[in-house]
């Protein structure tokens, strides 16, 4: 049996690079989207290889559609959806950040001194704000796969949810800290990570920058207070980190529901818990208020429900949650009234629940703001 979760990543016998999405997987296959790939052009270089990354979704799907397209994947639990995902098979590696963190603070990655130093720092005063042990931490992205560039970002995991609340925490204390080099990002940075996430987040500045402005788990390291030696343009670094539940927590099973996409929606509701709000995948139970209709499909998709019989009217109870698998769309707080567009789906539990949800993240034209009333 092949274990693979969030944070992960994946290396196919072709050498692409893949990276997990979830906790819960079909037997046969690992869902995970690609993120590197060899290509002469690529400005990134590994054991003589050239790697490209692609970013944007849409552009991941085109490049496994156009040159490797036995990585897309019809998930059975969700009807007329095509997913990436790697067969068993397939799989040449598979690079967990735990194991990789403890490689660095113990032993001899294979990264520069530089890089070492930098992520030693960052961890070191990560746990001393947060009085978490090292066990709880992983080193993913760039790093993990050796495809580390001068501007790479820091992408810290942790594991459990009793370890991310401290965590939180922690990063409360060191962003009030003036002399901290764990910072939030400054207005005139916002502004720049808001222009890079616009290629697939639709959402406006001034509300890009009322839900990022509070949040904790992203920023700037400053690691010229740290380390030795710096290149003058390689003053800070970006930081983002994940907290994500542990292998105890997740009592789902992949065979316990199965989700049919019914069309896109637009929603406005109340958030009624903030409970799973931090973690990636977010989730947020709703109360809602209004929606309508974005774009509907006009066919009937199962046995027990047909789009044509669903009036939002009617049925707003039905709508129960909101869910995304991006941690950009962590952070809502309870009580607060959003507004959020994505993929309505109707879910059907096996042991006889049922009910819609909305999943925020998979198209460009999806987003979730704060609003002020």
């Not at 970013?55 to 019809?74: C, G, I, M, W």
Request: with cysteine; net charge neutral; glycine share 6%.
């Amino acid at each position: 049996m092949i274990s693979a979760r969030e944070g992960d990543f994946i290396e196919t016998v072709e050498h692409l690079i893949f990276d997990v999405k979830g906790f819960v997987h079909p037997k046969t296959h690992v869902i995970a989207f690609l993120r590197y790939f060899p290509d002469p052009e690529g400005t990134r270089l590994r054991n003589g290889v050239r790697y490209k990354k692609v970013y944007a979704l849409n552009d991941r799907y085109r490049v496994l559609k156009e040159k490797f397209p036995h990585y897309l994947y019809q998930d059975q639990r969700i009807r007329d959806t095509v997913l990436q995902a790697v067969p068993h098979r397939r799989i040449w590696k598979i690079y967990r950040p735990q194991e990789y963190l403890w490689e660095v603070m113990n032993g001899e990655p294979a990264i520069s001194r530089f890089h070492r130093e930098i992520l030693r720092s960052f961890v070191g005063i990560l746990q001393e704000a947060s009085q978490i042990p090292l066990t709880a931490l992983g080193i993913s992205g760039s790093f993990l796969v050796g495809l580390v560039t001068p501007r790479s970002d820091l992408d810290l995991i942790v594991y459990g949810s009793h370890q991310g609340l401290k965590v939180y925490e922690g990063m409360a204390r060191l962003f009030q800290n003036p002399d901290s080099p764990i910072r939030p990002y400054r207005p005139e940075e916002l502004k720049q990570l808001w222009e890079f996430r616009s290629q697939d987040t639709a959402l406006s500045f001034e509300e890009f920058v009322k839900f990022e402005q509070r949040k904790r788990l992203q920023g700037k390291f400053e690691i010229g207070k740290v380390c030795k030696d710096i290149p003058s343009d390689q003053q800070t670094l970006d930081f983002y980190i994940r907290l994500l539940k542990d292998r105890d927590e997740i009592t789902e099973r992949y065979e316990d529901y199965v989700y049919t996409p019914v069309g896109t929606t637009w929603v406005e509701g109340i958030v009624q818990s903030d409970e799973e709000a931090l973690f990636t995948p977010c989730r947020y139970p709703l109360v809602v208020r209004r929606a309508r209709w974005i774009e509907r499909k006009p066919f009937p998709l199962s046995d027990t429900f047909s789009p044509s019989f669903f009036s939002f009217q009617r049925d707003l109870d039905s709508l129960r949650e909101l869910i995304s698998y991006r941690g950009r769309f962590c952070g809502a707080r309870k009580g607060e009234i959003v507004q959020a567009q994505g993929t309505l789906e109707w879910v059907e539990d096996i042991r006889g629940d049922s009910y819609f949800r909305l999943v925020v993240g998979n198209n460009r034209s999806d987003f979730l703001k704060i609003c002020d009333y």
